[in-house]
């Protein structure tokens, strides 16, 4: 969920100071599995939430421009792995990794450092 924590930060207090974002496998639009949940984060995980659509009615194609959406095709939390893109947004797509693995793969790694090299260059 810390890619939806971002954009709620990026909701409440504006885009000044962020350049770039990256997140690994989020739920942007929302995942199955978090029907199965009770809590308030679940509830707010769950496909098409009035949460996740309030998220999304107040962004602008500029600022979902900022992030790099990494996520895997083998992500059995997150599903569907549709689910995991954001409009306008770079997207990266792996195979063969999990989704707690994204945080610890060479690969991914090389994603997120080519993502800051260009929010630096920029």
Known sequence: MGGLAIRAYLRAQGDAGVAAVVTLGTPHRGTFHARFGQGPNARQMRIDSA???TLASGETAGRRARFTVVFSHHDNIVAPQ???TLPDARVVAFSGIGHLSLAYHPAVHGVVEDAL??????
Not at 117 to 122: I, L, N, Q, T
Request: proline share 0%; glycine share 8%; aromatic share 8%.
């Open 82 to 84: 549709a689910g995991q």
């Open 117 to 122: 090299a260009r929010a630096s260059a920029a």
């Open 51 to 53: 949460w996740l659509r």
